[in-house]
Structure formats: C-alpha cells, structure tokens
C-alpha cells in the first residue's frame, strides 16, 4: 500500500497534532510543509501526518476512484464507496474531525485555524475532478471548508494550506508566540489587519533614488506612542481594505 507514513501515532503526548489525508496524490504531502518551521516541527514530532491513497481502496482491475455524475453533466465525480473504504481504514480513535476541503465550505478564518489547531486529530479529504459523491460527505459528517472564493483543481493544495495555518500555531513552532498573538485577525491585534514593519537601514534610496526613511516615530524610543502608531495604522488599513471586519467587530 502506497502510504507514506510520517507517524508515530502511538505518541500519548497531549500536545500532538495528527492530521490524517484522504488524497489520490500522496506524494503532495508533506510539500512545502517538509521545509523551515513546519518542517522542523515535523522532524521534532510536534505534529504528524499519514498521507492515505484513495485510490488502493479501489475495487476493480482498472483501480477506478470516479464515475459520471447521475443526473448527467460534465466531468466526474469521485465514488462514496471507494472514499469510505479509505476513511474507514484510519482506527476509529484516530480521525478526529473530518473535513472536506470543499469551494462549497464556510471559508477558513484565523478563528477556525485557532480551533481546528487545538485538536489532536485531523481528517482532511481532498476532491478532484468535479468533486466527491455527497452520501459519503453526510455518511462520515465532513465539514467543509474552502480558503477562499475561487476554485482550485484538487483540495490538496488547500489542504496544506489549512495544515500551514494550525502547525504554526502549536506550542513551540513559532519561536515567540507574542508573534502569533499579535498578528492579522487574532484577538491580540483587535481583529484588525496587522500594522506596517520596517527594519534596517534606516535610511534606503529606491531603483529612482527617491529616499525612503523609516518613520520617525518608530525610531523616537517612545513605546507608547509607537503602539499608539501601529494601532491607527493597522485601523486605517482595515478600513481601506477590509471594512467587513470593522464592521464585524462592531457585532461581536
Ligand atoms: N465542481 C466543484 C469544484 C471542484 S474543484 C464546484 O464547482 O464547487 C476540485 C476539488 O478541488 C474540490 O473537490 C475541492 O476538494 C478542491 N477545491 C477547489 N477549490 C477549493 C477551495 N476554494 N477551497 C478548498 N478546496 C477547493
């Protein structure tokens, strides 16, 4: 069986974080999550994964996973049967929450990653082709969630998108977690879009020679009004460019 396992599913550790993919493409596992802080966190064992080919749970010679939508239409749409037998391989005590990485699903916000990232186990299935059959979405109760609205080829970049989101957050994966704390839409930045950073040089001419200086306020010492800065600069980007979370906070 073509599974590549990165697992030690045995670990009682609390803190761990397992995430299990139902995938016809294994092998997009780990990706860019094997590299920099994921990747590190991975080879620590801070989080895990078990990347299950959909396709060896196929029942014929031709090793078939889709068939044409009933009803008539375009393109295919993947088997309930097949997708279960995948599922269903995983023990019981290790699927945790199921989800479909689906266009159709509630879209991803730092809140659902916060929570999703609290859990120790994960069941992702990822879609190709038109999508999957809905009675094993209903069987199973997969949630489905989509990163945004456009539509991809398959669920498995959205996938490691989702899995990027929550390792970060785990205990220790970010070096300072006032990082975290701190950042776009958590509640340590208000909800509100992250302020502008700036680092060295102070000063730095452009490709035109036109000077570009750090804000003198962010070089004054001065940390009141420095946060002071940040809080009305991270207020105006939010209004300029993302005016539905003003207005969300103002309902919470
Ligand atoms: N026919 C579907 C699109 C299928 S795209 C529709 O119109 O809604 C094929 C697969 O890519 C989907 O099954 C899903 O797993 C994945 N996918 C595509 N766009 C996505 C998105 N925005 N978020 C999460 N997954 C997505």
Same mark, same amino acid.
């Given at each position: 069986?073509?599974?590549? +396992?990165?697992?030690? !599913?045995?670990?009682?550790?609390?803190?761990?974080?397992?995430?299990?993919? @139902?995938?016809?493409?294994? +092998?997009?596992?780990? *990706?860019?999550?094997? /590299?920099?802080?994921?990747?590190?966190?991975?080879?620590? *064992?801070? =989080?895990?994964?078990?990347?299950?080919?959909?396709? +060896?749970?196929?029942?014929?010679?031709?090793?078939?996973?889709?068939?044409?939508?009933?009803?008539? *239409?375009?393109?295919?749409?993947?088997?309930?049967? !097949?997708?279960?037998?995948?599922?269903?391989? !995983?023990?019981?005590? /290790?699927?945790?929450?199921?989800?479909?990485?689906?266009?159709?699903?509630?879209?991803?916000?730092?809140?659902?990653? #916060? %929570?999703?990232?609290?859990?120790?186990? @994960?069941?992702?299935?990822?879609?190709?082709? %038109?999508?999957?059959? /809905?009675?094993?979405?209903?069987?199973?109760?997969?949630?489905?969630?989509?990163?945004?609205?456009?539509?991809?080829?398959?669920?498995?970049?959205?996938?490691?998108?989702?899995?990027?989101?929550?390792?970060? @957050?785990?205990?220790?994966?970010?070096?300072?977690? #006032?990082?975290?704390?701190? #950042?776009?839409?958590?509640?340590?930045?208000?909800?509100?879009?992250?302020?502008?950073?700036?680092?060295?040089?102070?000063? =730095?001419?452009?490709?035109?020679?036109?000077?570009?200086? !750090?804000?003198?306020?962010?070089?004054?010492?001065?940390?009141?009004?420095?946060?002071? =800065?940040?809080?009305? /600069?991270?207020?105006?980007?939010?209004? #300029?460019?993302?005016?539905?979370?003003?207005?969300?906070?103002?309902?919470?």
């Amino acid at each position: 069986m073509s599974i590549s +396992d990165k697992t030690d !599913i045995s670990r009682k550790d609390k803190k761990s974080f397992h995430v299990n993919i @139902l995938t016809l493409f294994p +092998d997009m596992f780990p *990706g860019t999550l094997g /590299q920099s802080l994921s990747g590190k966190a991975l080879e620590s *064992g801070a =989080w895990s994964y078990r990347a299950i080919n959909i396709r +060896d749970f196929a029942t014929d010679k031709q090793k078939t996973v889709d068939d044409t939508p009933a009803g008539g *239409g375009a393109g295919l749409v993947m088997r309930p049967d !097949i997708i279960d037998l995948a599922a269903r391989s !995983i023990p019981a005590a /290790q699927r945790g929450k199921m989800i479909y990485m689906s266009p159709r699903g509630r879209t991803l916000t730092q809140k659902k990653v #916060e %929570e999703l990232s609290a859990l120790p186990y @994960l069941t992702i299935l990822c879609g190709r082709y %038109e999508g999957v059959d /809905q009675r094993v979405l209903d069987a199973h109760d997969f949630e489905e969630i989509s990163i945004g609205d456009y539509v991809l080829s398959g669920g498995e970049p959205a996938a490691l998108i989702l899995m990027d989101a929550c390792i970060r @957050l785990l205990p220790g994966v970010m070096g300072n977690h #006032e990082t975290v704390s701190e #950042e776009s839409f958590s509640d340590g930045a208000g909800g509100l879009l992250e302020y502008p950073h700036y680092t060295k040089p102070a000063l =730095w001419s452009d490709e035109n020679g036109a000077e570009r200086p !750090i804000p003198d306020i962010l070089t004054s010492g001065h940390h009141g009004k420095v946060r002071e =800065w940040r809080r009305q /600069q991270s207020l105006a980007l939010t209004k #300029e460019r993302r005016p539905d979370l003003l207005n969300k906070l103002k309902d919470d």
